[in-house]
């Protein structure tokens, strides 16, 4: 079984930073892609941003600029910084690990981080 672990949400006013950090646990191994996701109230689940194994990254339009994500020296970890935040960034955050074993991705969900972002 695979465990994800997020820190880092909080509540910060318009225009500042904070940075997710994930951890992937269990049987974590092999090749992978690891990501933000958020989910606003009332709205679906949404992409934020993905990094491979390599470190191609893919990010939201509404993100790109502001948020980097990035691997850790640590074997499966992913943070996300968040900077130059906005309120319509406020959401629960969710990190994903896409594992490929046995010839097939199987999908790993963190709990979720609340992010708000209001003065």
């Known amino acids: 079984q695979v465990q994800l672990v997020e820190s880092g949400g909080g509540l910060v006013q318009p225009g500042g930073s904070l940075r997710l950090s994930c951890a992937a646990s269990?049987?974590?191994?092999?090749?992978?892609?690891m990501g933000w996701y958020r989910q606003a109230p009332g709205k679906e689940r949404e992409l934020v941003a993905t990094?491979?194994?390599?470190?191609?990254?893919n990010y939201a339009e509404s993100v790109k600029g502001r948020f980097t994500v990035s691997r850790g020296n640590t074997v499966n970890t992913v943070s996300l910084q968040m900077n130059s935040l906005k309120p319509e960034d406020t959401a629960v955050y969710y990190c994903?690990?896409?594992?490929?074993?046995?010839?097939?991705?199987?999908?790993?969900w963190g709990q979720g981080t609340q992010v708000t972002v209001s003065s």
């Open positions: 990094i491979t194994g390599g470190g191609t990254t």
């Open positions: 269990g049987s974590a191994f092999g090749i992978n892609v």
């Open positions: 994903k690990i896409k594992l490929f074993r046995g010839g097939s991705w199987s999908d790993y």
